[in-house]
């Protein structure tokens, strides 16, 4: 049984999405300052990341809109790989923490 999308589980997936996003851009800002342990890389990263995301997003949600799927369920269907994204991104680089010293 697959789960049907609704505006609820949209609406909290996109404030989830916009959370992990503020975290995001608050450690990579403290990267560029040098209190936050980033990798080297991370700066082209922020970049590239972003147009795939809204790439595969597009994909999605227009293959969502062929196959007749509801409002609810294009919507879901392009929130989840910048989902995907902003909460990798969270978890990766809150496992780095500050630098001290």
Known sequence: MTKVATLFDNAIEMSMMMIEAQSVIHMRLMGMAGLWKVCPQENSRM??????AMMQATSDAGQATLRGGSADEITAAAIAPMRNATRANSERLGKNGMKWG
């Open 47 to 52: 970049v590239t990341e972003k147009l795939e």
